[in-house]
């Protein structure tokens, strides 16, 4: 029986709380090795890691890493950075993260309102699908026309 060493070298892991906030993402959709990635930039002191650095954090391949700050890139939750004198790229987080990823997954909304509108109007007139489906585009188009208003407001408090 040997116990685990406690060195320098060991790999670092991210804090509990990080990974318990990357299995709720997870849980939601968002895919594994991205989360996790995205919680590791989160905590990292300014907000950004090379591919290799995020590799040690995660305890995974670099080809791992890869697809993952691909696809966070796609959403727009990291950046690349080159680094003058370097051939390593760092990833790192949008200034404003949240409102970035939030802006972005508006016109989403307002396509899902359109769509779902169009979908009540190919289902049977006074059914409870169509109901179902008109209460959802209500909702797509609630989300797309309020999101500005508090987005605007969640400056406004964060300012304060």
């Known amino acids: 029986m040997s116990a685990e060493p406690d060195t320098p070298s060991e790999a670092p892991g991210l804090p509990d ?3 318990a906030s ?3 993402m997870i849980a939601a959709g968002f895919p594994r090795i991205p989360a996790r ?3 590791a930039l989160v905590v990292a002191e300014d907000g950004a890691l090379t591919a290799a650095e995020l590799a040690e954090v995660l305890g995974v391949s670099a ?3 890869s697809g993952a700050v691909r696809y966070l890139q796609t959403v727009g939750f990291v950046h690349r950075v080159s680094q003058p004198g370097s051939r390593r790229d ?3 987080l949008p200034d404003d993260l949240w409102y970035v990823a ?3 997954q508006n016109p989403v909304y307002q396509r899902l309102g359109s769509l779902s509108t169009a979908l ?3 289902l049977a007139p006074g059914s409870k699908a169509q109901a179902r489906v008109e209460d959802m585009a209500h909702f797509y ?3 797309a026309e309020r999101m500005p208003q508090l987005l605007d407001e969640w400056e406004r408090e964060r300012r304060a």
């Open 120 to 122: 009540a109007g190919e």
């Open 17 to 19: 709380a990080a990974e």
């Open 22 to 24: 990357a299995a709720v």
């Open 37 to 39: 990635a995205l919680l």
């Open 141 to 143: 188009r609630f989300i």
């Open 63 to 65: 080809a791992a890493v």
């Open 90 to 92: 760092r990833y790192a």
């Open 102 to 104: 939030t802006l972005r």
